[in-house]
């Protein structure tokens, strides 16, 4: 079993910055993908940022340019540093971890941007 424990969102203006915090423990194979997804209010679930055990990144095109992820494996931690937010950043954000074949979430952390 793998648990996610999700940290570090909240209320940010426009422009403004937050970073999200991504702890996974348990039965966590070494080579494995972390990343985040995101749900607005209405919408699906939008994959937002991934990182992969061997150091490779993947971001939508909307976030692109404004976010990084970054990752400390050794902690199994990954990281959204978020800059330039925009009001269509709001959403509930998930961290996730695909392992031994199997997908976890977190319990998902929300963030809000006000213009």
């Known amino acids: 079993q793998v648990q996610l424990v999700e940290s570090g969102g909240g209320l940010v203006q426009v422009g403004g910055s937050l970073r999200l915090s991504c702890a996974a423990s348990g039965s966590i194979f070494s080579n494995n993908v972390m990343g985040w997804y995101r749900q607005a209010p209405g919408k699906s679930r939008e994959l937002v940022a991934t990182?992969?055990?061997?150091?490779?990144?993947n971001y939508a095109d909307s976030v692109k340019g404004r976010f990084t992820i970054t990752r400390e494996n050794a902690k199994n931690t990954v990281y959204l540093q978020m800059n330039s937010l925009k009001p269509e950043d709001t959403a509930v954000y998930y961290c996730?971890?695909?392992?031994?074949?199997?997908?976890?979430w977190g319990q998902g952390t929300q963030v809000t941007v006000s213009s």
């Open positions: 990182h992969t055990s061997g150091g490779s990144t």
């Open positions: 996730f971890i695909v392992t031994h074949g199997s997908v976890y």
